[in-house]
């Protein structure tokens, strides 16, 4: 099964930053679009950032200037650097697999790593 498996999380206070990651299991990235998703508690998934397979990212806007996608092909890892950290920031954190970013239709999702963002 192909799938995701994403890392870093954890509990921060307001102000900090974080670096989440992510990597594949059982597949390569390189060809991919790959997205970063968010689902706050009660609320519906949200995506994001994305990077596409040239490197151009995008971001919503309640993130931009904040989060910073990155990928690295050599180690097969996508990372998502968050400065900043807000309380509306605390979710569990998804990546998933696109043929390009403005997709609906992403894949190979894993099991999230929680952000919690208190003071």
């Known amino acids: 099964q192909l799938q995701f498996v994403e890392s870093g999380g954890g509990l921060v206070q307001p102000g900090r930053s974080l670096r989440l990651s992510c990597a594949p299991s059982g597949f390569t990235l390189e060809r991919y679009a790959i997205g970063w998703f968010r689902q706050a508690p009660g609320k519906e998934r949200e995506k994001v950032s994305c990077?596409?397979?040239?490197?151009?990212?995008y971001y919503t806007d309640s993130v931009k200037g904040r989060f910073t996608i990155s990928r690295d092909n050599a180690k097969n890892t996508v990372y998502l650097q968050i400065s900043g950290l807000k309380p509306e920031d605390t979710g569990v954190y998804y990546c998933a697999v696109a043929r390009a970013c403005p997709s609906s239709e992403y894949n190979a999702w894993g099991q999230g790593t929680q952000v919690t963002v208190s003071s």
């Open positions: 990077i596409e397979q040239d490197d151009s990212a």
